[in-house]
């Protein structure tokens, strides 16, 4: 029978206390969903402690749930909703976007700290004026222009500028990103 070195089982430990320590830091990257519109996904809530919902580059302006899941819900000043619930079984609710995108969500409660919840969709066509406007220049020009506009501060009628997501890239222990 072989016996393991105890120095090799320190150099183990010394190698994988880097990376516990990191998961340990108390930051985590918003959830990132992916939905289309109308879609529904499978999400799990906290219910001890509230869960923030937004949705990049839209702004939530309601929240329906039918069964009464939701114990508090607060729309934020960037446009996102703080969602409650002290529900212990699954329930649905649907959110309603500016742009006109609907998600229904069904939440599964589970005891634990809060959550913030991007729901990221491809954004459904371009509405009236600026589908009109970007189908009268040929691609080329419409490109050009419209990064001369967003450079000099005015966007076609219609547009909105939708922020960038950074997402942590989590790197082994002993490498650097």
Same mark, same amino acid.
């Given at each position: 029978?072989?016996? /393991?070195n105890?120095?090799?089982?320190?150099?183990?430990?010394?190698?994988?206390?880097p990376?516990?320590s990191a @998961?340990?830091?108390g930051?985590?990257?918003?959830t990132?969903?992916p939905l289309?519109?109308?879609? &529904?996904?499978?999400?799990?809530?906290?219910? @001890?402690?509230?869960?923030?919902?937004? $949705? %990049? =580059?839209? #702004? /939530? @302006?309601?929240?329906?749930?039918l069964?009464?899941?939701?114990?508090?819900q !607060? &729309?934020?000043?960037?446009g996102?909703?703080?969602?409650?619930?002290v529900?212990?079984?699954?329930?649905?609710? /649907?959110v309603e @976007?500016?742009r006109?995108?609907?998600?229904s969500?069904?939440a599964?409660?589970r005891? =634990?700290s809060? #959550?913030?919840i &991007?729901?990221?969709?491809?954004?459904a066509?371009?509405?009236? %004026?600026a589908?009109?406007?970007e !189908?009268?220049?040929p691609?080329?020009?419409?490109?050009?222009s419209?990064? #001369?506009a967003? #450079?000099?501060?005015?966007?076609?009628? !219609?547009?909105q500028? $939708?922020?960038?997501?950074? !997402?942590?890239?989590?790197?082994?222990?002993?490498?650097r990103?």
């Amino acid at each position: 029978m072989k016996k /393991i070195n105890p120095l090799f089982i320190s150099g183990c430990l010394l190698l994988v206390a880097p990376a516990m320590s990191a @998961t340990l830091s108390g930051t985590l990257a918003p959830t990132v969903v992916p939905l289309t519109n109308g879609g &529904q996904a499978n999400i799990a809530v906290s219910n @001890t402690d509230p869960n923030l919902f937004t $949705v %990049p =580059g839209d #702004r /939530i @302006t309601a929240i329906n749930s039918l069964d009464g899941g939701l114990t508090n819900q !607060e &729309q934020t000043d960037s446009g996102g909703a703080i969602l409650a619930t002290v529900s212990k079984k699954p329930f649905t609710f /649907i959110v309603e @976007t500016e742009r006109g995108l609907n998600f229904s969500i069904r939440a599964v409660p589970r005891a =634990g700290s809060g #959550r913030t919840i &991007q729901l990221v969709s491809e954004l459904a066509g371009t509405p009236g %004026p600026a589908k009109a406007w970007e !189908e009268s220049n040929p691609y080329e020009s419409l490109l050009v222009s419209l990064n #001369r506009a967003v #450079r000099q501060g005015s966007v076609p009628d !219609e547009y909105q500028s $939708v922020p960038v997501t950074s !997402e942590v890239l989590q790197v082994p222990a002993g490498l650097r990103a």
